[in-house]
């Protein structure tokens, strides 16, 4: 299950690189799963997901929206870039995260045994945020102390890097979402720790 906002769902065709990456690497006992459908990214893909454009991590936890979706899916393993939204407006390294430990609990009630992947989130600077780009470096500081105190041998979490290499500059539309350079990076950070989750599992 890819979780986040609209840099995973709208139309987050990093995820289409990623699963065509799959494909050709002959990791083929994959499926996508979300109550969101894939949009269009020039090629047929496996594209559930669960990329809410503008939602915030935060919110999603005060409206308790993700064991209703967990639900309806099932994941075996969750891909989070989640956070962009909280940045945006301001919210705490600390609220983040903590509201990320809730999102882990319900993942786990789920599914004792889920693997989670949570993003050092990609850099922001969009026009009307000047501070945006080191509120990004503050919470993914705090994503990699935070994660080691939520994570169980039998639910294990991955901090994946999408930051490092990503430039807001040259590899996004508009300071945020990616374009195709940024898509392709993104899917390249995902590949590897996901492909090593799968494995754990077969």
Partial sequence: MPLGDSITGSPGCWRALLWQK???AGVNNTHFVGTLPAQGCGFTY???NEG???YLATGIVSNNQLPGWLNQTH???VMMHLGTNDVWNNISPDKITTAFSTLIDQMRVS???MRILVAQIIPMAPSNCADCGNRVIALNKAIAAWAP???TTSSPITVVDCWTGFSATSDTIDGVHPNN??????ANSWYQPLVDNIEALS
Avoid: E, R, V, Y
Wanted: hydrophobic share 15%; charged share 25%.
């Fill in 75 to 77: 994941p075996d393993i």
């Fill in 46 to 48: 496996d594209g559930a």
């Fill in 181 to 186: 350079s940024g898509n392709t990076k993104m």
């Fill in 149 to 151: 105190t939520k994570n």
């Fill in 52 to 54: 809410h454009g503008g």
């Fill in 22 to 24: 799959l494909q050709k």
């Fill in 111 to 113: 599914k004792s045994t």
